[in-house]
Every structure is written in structure tokens, then in C-alpha cells.
């Protein structure tokens, strides 16, 4: 397997730019992030410390999140937001400065939670308005955009895969074919989807994988869930993209279940 560390819950007790770095001296080549700046619209300095904290590493930067609000104080996206939908806007020309110059490809985009005063069908339409926008912005880098189930967040729209495919197909009809499913095992298995079925359905067209245990979204091996029959299944249906390392774990033991010789193909 090809993993990819996602440096924005893995390896917290580090300053956030010094985890790319920390990724590279425990075995790995690639790396991804939630959005790491606290707006839409950072300063050219804060995004080139990020872009330098990439390439001083020596790593890949295989995926990055459009901004997704605070994360923390349980915002899940702006995707489907009207208030904060000329924000979500605003961030694409900067997803799409920061991919060119990084090489990196996959963007994933959080869709929202409901929120209180508009109608569902009003934030699906601005949803599919926006994810339009953002598939045909990241296009000019040959990007893909990324849409995912998400766990612990009732007012979160998307649980299952065929939530997030339905609305992947509405993208698709007005044009914009690079847009994805990202398979988060971990959320998908929480929320109670047939994950297996899934595999076997879609895994050819996934965009990407994301990994954690459960229960507890700990590494690998600390629950109860198939992953390695999961993942290996995926690649024998197809899957050929990174898989990603989502989960949380003191660093000490972030990585002990992987040998050396599983960090790359």
C-alpha cells in the first residue's frame, strides 16, 4: 500500500508545519491536510510557509481540503452554506495557487451542515452550484474534486456512500466529471453503510481512501473493522490512489502497525 499521512490529526503534538517533516522521518512520502489556514484567503507569506514546510520535507502533497469552516467548533464545510458561500468561493482561486505550485491533485470539499432558516433543497442547490464551481476551477491543474460521507455530525447531510454518489451524479450531469467519492472507511462504517457492497460496487471509481478504527477512530488494529481485507480489495477492484491515514493516535505509536516494507507499493 501507498499511504499518505494526514498531517492535521496525525502528529498533533507538533507545531502544524514541522508535520510534514516528522511524516518523512517515520517512512512516508506523502502527506495531506485539512485546510491549515484560519481563513479562505490567507496572506502569501502564511501560504508560503506551508508550501515550504512541503518541500523542505521532501514530501508529496496528495491532498488538501477547501476550507471547512472551524473544524474544531463543528463546522463541516461551507459547500452548501448561503451565508458563507461567497467565502467557499473566494478559497478556490487559493486551493487551485497552492495545488499548481505543489503538484498536488485531490481537493476534498466538506458539503455542510443544515443550518436553521433555509430550506434543504435551497443548500443542495447551492451545493451543486458550488461543487460545479469548484470541479471546474481545479480542473485547470487537472484536479479531482473530493466528496465524502462524514460520522458525528447529525446536522451533516451526507452519511452514506450513496448520499455522497447521488449528489457526485447531479455534479456530473452539468459537466463537471472530475468529481469523486472519498471512501472513508471509518465514517461509512459508523454510519452504519455496508462498506464491503460499496467496495464492490465503486471502488474502481473512488477519488480516494481514508482509514481509521472503530470504534474509537484510533490506528488500525485498535478496533474491530476489516481494513487491510478493505483495503486490499479495493486494489484488486481497481483502486490505484493513495491510501490515506485519518485517524487519531499519539505519535509515539501512530505507526507501529505498519512495517517498513507496507509504507510504499
Known amino acids: 500500500m501507498t499511504y499518505t499521512v494526514n498531517c492535521s490529526i496525525l502528529l498533533t503534538e507538533l507545531p502544524l508545519l514541522e508535520r510534514p517533516a516528522a511524516a518523512k522521518s517515520a517512512g512516508f512520502d506523502a502527506v495531506e491536510f485539512w485546510w491549515p489556514f484560519p481563513t479562505s484567503t490567507p496572506s502569501s507569506t502564511e501560504i508560503q510557509r506551508f508550501e515550504?514546510?512541503?518541500?523542505?520535507?521532501?514530501?508529496?502533497?496528495?491532498?488538501?481540503?477547501?476550507?471547512?469552516?472551524?473544524?474544531?467548533?463543528?463546522?463541516?464545510?461551507?459547500?452548501?452554506w448561503p451565508s458563507r458561500s461567497e467565502d467557499f468561493r473566494a478559497n478556490l482561486p487559493v486551493?487551485?495557487?497552492?495545488?499548481k505550485r505543489t503538484g498536488c491533485k485531490h481537493f476534498n470539499a466538506?458539503?455542510?451542515?443544515?443550518?436553521?432558516?433555509?430550506?434543504?433543497?435551497?443548500?443542495?442547490?447551492?451545493?451543486?452550484?458550488?461543487?460545479?464551481?469548484?470541479?471546474?476551477?481545479?480542473?485547470?491543474?487537472?484536479?479531482?474534486?473530493?466528496?465524502?460521507?462524514?460520522?458525528g455530525a447529525d446536522r451533516y447531510p451526507l452519511k452514506t456512500a450513496q448520499d455522497a454518489l447521488d449528489v457526485i451524479a447531479e455534479v456530473q450531469s452539468r459537466g463537471a466529471a472530475n468529481i469523486k467519492l472519498l471512501a472513508d472507511f471509518y465514517h461509512l462504517s459508523v454510519n452504519g453503510d455496508d462498506v464491503g457492497s460499496v467496495?464492490?460496487?465503486?471502488?474502481?471509481d473512488f477519488g480516494h481512501i481514508q482509514i481509521a478504527d472503530a470504534p474509537g477512530r484510533g490506528a488500525p488494529g485498535s478496533g474491530d473493522l476489516p481494513?487491510?481485507?478493505?483495503?486490499?480489495?479495493?486494489?484488486?477492484?481497481?483502486?490505484?490512489?493513495t491510501i490515506g491515514l485519518e485517524y487519531k493516535t499519539p505519535s509515539a505509536e501512530a505507526f507501529t502497525w505498519v512495517t517498513t516494507a507496507s509504507v510504499k507499493d
Do not use: C, K
Open 227 to 241: 481494513l487491510t481485507d478493505w483495503m486490499e480489495r479495493s486494489r484488486a477492484l481497481g483502486y490505484q490512489g
Open 199 to 204: 467496495i464492490e460496487a465503486h471502488a474502481q
Open 52 to 80: 515550504d514546510a512541503i518541500s523542505e520535507a521532501g514530501v508529496q502533497l496528495t491532498g488538501l481540503n477547501f476550507n471547512a469552516g472551524d473544524m474544531p467548533g463543528g463546522d463541516r464545510g461551507l459547500v452548501s
Open 110 to 151: 466538506l458539503y455542510g451542515n443544515r443550518v436553521e432558516g433555509v430550506s434543504a433543497e435551497e443548500q443542495d442547490a447551492l451545493a451543486i452550484d458550488n461543487l460545479v464551481l469548484a470541479a471546474n476551477a481545479v480542473a485547470a491543474i487537472g484536479g479531482t474534486v473530493l466528496l465524502e460521507p462524514v460520522s
Open 95 to 99: 486551493v487551485v495557487g497552492v495545488g
